[in-house]
């Protein structure tokens, strides 16, 4: 799993699915279209300020609210590195996994680090490192097989590649 080092969007408990990509844009299957406004009603300049790599940091519950996919396709559309969080609603962290988009939880670091932070996340260690404060935490990485399912862009691509 490639490790990501960005700066920080951070948003607070209970960012729901209609948060992350409005429910009025759903009537699309483009991820390019979705990524387009990923975000919007929280933080209106999301999309015009991220760059490839950067990470949302956020507080409990993150993704709550229905059970699409369209939420973390958008965000990973974006080419957002990665998300942290307190905790994540369960729907949300699967379908993440599912689409091959890395997620952590650790509450210590999502209390320390600020908007506009850098950070560097080590996936195969689980060490986040707030490079602008020079604080650094441990998430519990994922196991192998689980980062194998990253790595190969999602459940889909990983089960396709093991059947070669």
């Not at 009537?27 to 406004?37: E, F, G, I, R, V």
Request: charged fraction near 25%.
């Amino acid at each position: 799993m490639k490790n990501v080092q960005g700066k920080v969007f951070k948003y607070g408990d209970n960012v729901d699915t209609d948060v992350i990509i409005p429910a009025r844009y759903l009537n699309t299957p483009d991820a390019n279209a979705l990524a387009a406004h990923c975000m919007e009603d929280i933080d209106k300049d999301f999309v015009k300020q991220v760059k490839p790599g950067d990470i949302i940091v956020a507080g409990y519950n993150f993704g709550c609210g229905s059970s699409r996919e369209h939420a973390p396709l958008a965000i990973k559309t974006c080419q957002v590195g990665c998300v942290i969080a307190k905790s994540f609603a369960r729907i949300f962290y699967r379908n993440a996994i599912n689409i091959g988009m890395p997620i952590l939880e650790c509450e210590e670091a999502c209390d320390k680090i600020q908007a506009g932070d850098e950070v560097y996340v080590d996936f195969k260690t689980g060490v986040i490192h707030d490079i602008t404060q020079d604080l650094q935490w441990q998430a519990e990485p994922f196991p192998e097989f689980i980062q194998d399912i990253i790595d190969k862009g999602g459940l889909m691509a990983s089960l396709r590649s093991r059947s070669k």
